[in-house]
């Protein structure tokens, strides 16, 4: 997952996405750590990020 490496290049600290996306610290700090999560958690965070699902789980979309 491209959680991590997405967020800060888009400048955004973990506070930041959680007001963005609604989800808790410390699901983003678990998902960050332990790179899963839930697809509606998933969802959540890459709208509030503007990232397709494939970009976020770290798909390769020219396949």
């Known amino acids: 997952m491209n ?4 967020r800060t290049e888009r400048g955004l600290s973990v506070p930041a996405l959680v007001q963005l996306s609604g989800v808790p610290r410390r ?3 678990n998902i960050e750590k332990n790179d ?8 959540l ?4 990020l503007e ?5 976020l ?6 396949e």
């Open 3 to 6: 959680l991590k490496k997405i």
């Open 27 to 29: 699901t983003i700090q």
């Open 36 to 43: 899963e999560c839930k697809v509606s958690t998933a969802i």
């Open 45 to 48: 965070l890459a709208n509030a």
């Open 51 to 55: 990232v397709s699902l494939d970009e």
């Open 57 to 62: 789980c770290g798909r390769n979309t020219n």
